[in-house]
């Protein structure tokens, strides 16, 4: 299974953005890019997700490089209510899975 | 917004002692998962149900776990008995079929004294 490597913690300004990064070197070619958060005491909450083009929606946009080899996840406009732990994840396709690393925990400051 | 309900949302018992948690998924989603989540680590998968039948188990300990979905809707994960070691959060999700993104329940946390 392609692995994910991600800092174990950053800071952020609050209404500044923040920018998650995530390494999956090993990523084949046919596995997406999941993004998940997981705010305290609570089941983690889906993000974005991409296979090879960037993508945004009304959370957060994900950027993929050229090689697929590693992502960014941006939040353009962080609150105080983002502070969470962020997972990257890859996702095995054929058998379904999320399997989930130790994430980035992300602390928005005001 | 639909939600993935999960029941109870704390629990303690003493260890030896049996324990159950139970979680409804959305209405229609015929994949759920349990996974099992220690304090500072990410959720690690238990199991996998579609619709009824077990797709994935490999990690679950089955000499004290077992997991069942009757009728393809809600689901019961079972622990006897329980061990110090058991101690953590027990998250189920659920999806519309395979290839789409989860819905994660808020969750069981489970304290074994």
């Known amino acids: 299974d392609a692995k994910t490597t991600q800092p174990t913690s950053m800071d952020c300004a609050e209404g500044r953005a923040a920018n998650l990064p995530c390494n999956h070197s090993?990523?084949?070619?046919?596995?997406?890019v999941y993004w998940y958060r997981q705010i305290h005491s609570q089941g983690p909450q889906y993000i974005i997700h991409?296979?090879?083009n960037n993508e945004t929606n009304e959370m957060a946009s994900l950027i993929i490089t050229e090689d697929r080899k590693s992502s960014t996840l941006i939040l353009p406009h962080a609150t105080l209510r983002d502070t969470a732990v962020y997972y990257c994840?890859?996702?095995?396709?054929?058998?379904?899975?999320?399997?989930f690393g130790t994430g980035t925990r992300l602390q928005v400051f005001p | 917004e639909a939600e993935v309900a999960q029941s109870p949302r704390y629990k303690i018992t003493e260890k030896s002692q049996a324990v159950a948690f139970w979680c409804d998924p959305i209405?229609?989603?015929?994949?759920l998962y349990w996974y099992r989540q220690i304090l500072g680590q990410g959720p690690e998968l238990l199991v996998q149900?579609?619709?009824?039948?077990?797709?994935?188990d490999s990690q679950l300990p089955k000499d004290r776990f077992s997991a069942e979905r009757l009728k393809g809707v809600d689901s019961t994960l079972k622990i006897q008995p329980a061990e110090l070691g058991d101690s953590a959060m027990y998250l189920c999700?659920?999806?519309?079929?395979?290839?789409?993104?989860?819905?994660f329940g808020s969750g069981t946390r489970l304290t074994v004294v």
């Open positions: 999700a659920s999806s519309p079929d395979r290839g789409y993104g989860y819905t």
């Open positions: 090993t990523i084949s070619g046919n596995e997406y």
């Open positions: 991409g296979l090879k």
């Open positions: 994840i890859v996702r095995v396709v054929d058998t379904d899975k999320l399997i």
């Open positions: 209405s229609g989603h015929a994949t």
């Open positions: 149900f579609q619709d009824e039948s077990v797709v994935d």
